[in-house]
C-alpha cells in the first residue's frame, strides 16, 4: 500500500513564524504536491514537483515556497505565516505516468 | 479554473438507499476520477475512468462517463452509515497531465 505522511496533524503558530510541512511518500513516486482546502473553495493546488529539485507552480502560490530534495520528500514552506494561510494542507504523490493521487492525512495549520 | 463541478453539493439519505452524484465538466479530458474525503482526513482514491470507458464498476460503485455531455455520474448502491464522507470528482488539469482540478464536493450524509 502507498503511504504519504505528513509531519504533524495539527499545527498552531503565530503570525510571522516560518513555518515547514513535511511530506513524505515511500512509493518512488515522481510526482508530488500541497494542496489547501478551505471551506467552500475545494482544493486548491499550491505548488507541484515532478522530479527531485524540479518544481511549478499551482494556482496559488503567493506566500509559499517549497523544497524537493529527495524524491520521497516535499516540503512546504510559509515564510512568515498569516493568518489568511489558516487551513488543512493536503499532500499528495502520484506515479509517472500520472493517474490516482495518494494523499496523506492533512496537516491542519491555525496561524494566531 | 474550476473544471469539474459536483451536483448536487449535500445530499442526505437513508441506510440501503443508493446515492447518485453527478459531475460536469468543460475541456476534453482522458480520464476522470472520483475520491473520498472522511471528515478531517486526506482524500482516498475511488475509482478512475478513461476516455474510452462508458462505465466502471468497483464493489458498490459504479461510475458512468459521457464524454459528449461532458458529464459524469458515481452511484453507490446499498449505502452505508460508513459512506458518510464528502465526495469529489477530478480531471487532469489541461496540458499538464500530472496535476489534477478538483470540484468543490459533494457532502453524503447516509442515516442509520
Known amino acids: 500500500d502507498v503511504k504519504v505522511t505528513q509531519s504533524s496533524r495539527y499545527l498552531v503558530k503565530r503570525t510571522g513564524e516560518k513555518v515547514f510541512l513535511e511530506c513524505v511518500q515511500d512509493?518512488?513516486?515522481?510526482?508530488m504536491f500541497w494542496y489547501r482546502q478551505d471551506p467552500g473553495l475545494g482544493l486548491r493546488l499550491i505548488y507541484f514537483?515532478?522530479?527531485?529539485?524540479?518544481?511549478e507552480k499551482g494556482d496559488i502560490p503567493e506566500g509559499y515556497s517549497v523544497s524537493r530534495e529527495k524524491k520521497e520528500r516535499f516540503s512546504l514552506i510559509l515564510e512568515s505565516a498569516s493568518t489568511n494561510q489558516t487551513s488543512m494542507y493536503l499532500c499528495?504523490?502520484?506515479?509517472?505516468?500520472?493517474?490516482?493521487?495518494?494523499f496523506g492525512p492533512g496537516t491542519r495549520l491555525t496561524v494566531t | 479554473s474550476q473544471q469539474g463541478e459536483e451536483d448536487p453539493q449535500a445530499l442526505s439519505i437513508q441506510e440501503g438507499e443508493n446515492a447518485t452524484m453527478n459531475c460536469s465538466y468543460k475541456t476534453s479530458i482522458n480520464n476522470l476520477q472520483w475520491y473520498r474525503q472522511n471528515s478531517g482526513r486526506g482524500l482516498v482514491h475511488l475509482i478512475l475512468?478513461?476516455?474510452?470507458?462508458r462505465e466502471k464498476h468497483s464493489g458498490r460503485l459504479r461510475v458512468t462517463l459521457d464524454t459528449s455531455k461532458k458529464s459524469s455520474s458515481l452511484l453507490i448502491t446499498a449505502s452505508r452509515a460508513a459512506d458518510t464522507a464528502s465526495y469529489f470528482c477530478a480531471t487532469p488539469s489541461t496540458g499538464a497531465n500530472s496535476k489534477l482540478t478538483f470540484g468543490k464536493g459533494i457532502t453524503l450524509s447516509v442515516r442509520p
Open positions: 475512468i478513461r476516455s474510452n470507458e
Open positions: 514537483s515532478y522530479d527531485v529539485k524540479m518544481k
Open positions: 499528495a504523490s502520484s506515479p509517472m505516468p500520472p493517474r490516482e493521487q495518494y
Open positions: 512509493m518512488d513516486h515522481e510526482n
